[in-house]
């Protein structure tokens, strides 16, 4: 089973800042696979960029998902309040294997 | 409008049964397969199972393979989360999401969760 290791686990910026959230995987993920969701309290998760790089529906520009095999990136440029949430990244990597990492806390400083 | 809807909290006693309940609406509920997820308190995301509403062939994560069955009412556009003995380490939320398959796979739908509590 591939295993999703996401860093850092916490991220305290400021909004206006740039928030870089890293997802390496224990073996070569193929990038149309590998997804992003954000959670804010008390919420479902909420589908943020599928295939690596492509952001969901009503999804700002101010973020980009980039990568491929083993390393991926969700990129925030200048962040808003709203933005402050957990980032999880996941994949797909056969019929019985839908791998979540476990997430990363972006905080605001 | 895409729409899951899951049915309400959940307050049970170990040993107890449990079926919680997913509502598509919005879009052809049988072309989509529907998945679970665990999030236990303060905890990340965990893949359950999954389940095709058109045949019903369902997938369960080997974490959760005999713990849990998963099953559908495709008449009436309903997935469906069972157990026959809680225990109090099933105390979770749960949700219920739509997998979409295309060049991309991910779950682009989520319900709001349904909150099980298991305490004697």
């Known amino acids: 089973e591939i295993v999703l290791t996401q860093s850092p686990g916490t991220l305290s910026l400021s909004p206006g800042e740039r928030a870089t959230l890293s997802c390496r995987a224990s073996e070569s993920v193929f990038s149309g696979y590998l997804a992003w969701y954000q959670q804010k309290p008390g919420q479902a998760p909420r589908l943020l960029m599928s295939?690596?790089?492509t952001r969901a529906t009503g999804i700002p520009d101010r973020f980009s998902g980039s990568g491929s095999g083993t390393d991926f990136t969700l990129t925030i440029t200048r962040l808003e309040p709203e933005d402050f949430a957990v980032y999880y990244c996941?994949?797909?990597?056969?019929?019985?294997?839908?791998?979540f990492g476990q997430g990363t806390q972006l905080e605001i400083k | 409008e895409v729409q899951l809807v899951q049915s309400g909290v959940e307050v049970k006693k170990p040993g107890e049964s449990l079926k919680i309940s997913c509502k598509g609406s919005g879009y052809i509920f049988s072309n989509y397969w529907i998945v679970w997820v665990r999030q236990m308190p303060g905890k990340g995301l965990e893949w359950m199972g999954i389940?095709?509403?058109?045949?019903?062939?369902?997938r369960y994560s080997p974490s959760f393979q005999g713990q849990v069955t998963i099953s559908v009412d495709k008449s009436i556009s309903t997935a469906y989360l069972q157990w026959n003995s809680l225990k109090a380490s099933d105390s979770a939320m749960y949700y219920c999401?739509?997998?979409?398959?295309?060049?991309?796979?991910?779950?682009?739908?989520w319900g709001q969760g349904t909150l099980v509590t298991v305490s004697s």
């Open positions: 996941q994949q797909y990597g056969g019929s019985v294997e839908y791998t």
């Open positions: 295939g690596t790089s």
């Open positions: 389940i095709s509403p058109d045949d019903s062939e369902t």
């Open positions: 999401a739509r997998r979409m398959v295309g060049s991309t796979i991910h779950f682009d739908y």
